[in-house]
């Protein structure tokens, strides 16, 4: 594209035609949708990988560069991990449910591995782990698989599921605050998109 009245060439701008800002979260039937397309054609990994997405709030770095000694240190998968974020350098303290359990015995149970593998090694680049954009790109193909738009999701639709439904039952914003690894509460209430209207519902449901 030529500007006449600058003699500039101008670059397209990158984000056009394309949705910016905070990438929506899964919903509970998104959720259930996603695991039994990804149980039925046997995506072992890929299911492991969603579902302590879901469970550990995690950004993509730091999910994608976990080795199995952080998760199981001992040989069995703890309920509980805390481990140090890229980004803040501060820890981030997740639980791992049973259901969740289950995919990463059954992940970790098709390698040959010792405790400081990484938990999702590449399978192009000898050594080294998932990247984050194939991360991106298999949360692509997860969200097409139940027929949403993967340009309305990313990989911070994983990290703010969970949150978001907990905010949404009980309004604890302290909470989820702690789960996020956010250092101040203003953070949280941006990330989650906490508006005045949710304000003033949670309001109106206090009786004093």
């Known amino acids: 594209m030529f500007d006449a009245s600058f003699?500039?060439?101008?670059?397209?701008?990158?984000?056009?035609?394309?949705?910016?800002?905070?990438?929506?979260?899964?919903?509970?039937?998104?959720?259930?949708?996603?695991?039994?397309?990804?149980?039925s054609e046997n995506r072992t990994r890929d299911l492991a990988l969603f579902d302590l997405a879901i469970d550990s709030k995690l950004r993509g770095c730091d999910l994608v560069g976990l080795r199995i000694s952080e998760i199981a240190p001992t040989g069995e998968i703890e309920p509980r991990v805390s481990v140090i974020q890229q980004k803040t350098g501060r820890p981030a303290q997740f639980e791992i449910t049973e259901n969740t359990r289950q995919s990463l015995r059954r992940w970790l149970g098709m390698r040959q591995r010792v405790p400081s593998d990484w938990l999702w090694p590449s399978r192009t680049y000898q050594g080294a782990h998932l990247s984050t954009r194939q991360y991106a790109r298999l949360v692509d193909e997860w969200v097409s698989l139940i027929g949403l738009d993967p340009v309305a999701y990313g990989t911070h639709s994983l990290r703010r599921t969970k949150v978001s439904i907990l905010y949404k039952k009980t309004g604890n914003l302290r909470a989820c605050q702690l789960l996020l690894g956010h250092r101040k509460l203003e953070s949280t209430v941006r990330y989650l998109g906490v508006e005045i209207d949710d304000a003033l519902a949670l309001s109106e449901a206090t009786e004093i």
């Open 7 to 39: 003699g500039e060439i101008l670059k397209p701008v990158w984000n056009k035609g394309r949705q910016v800002g905070p990438k929506r979260a899964l919903k509970p039937k998104h959720i259930w949708g996603i695991r039994t397309r990804l149980q």
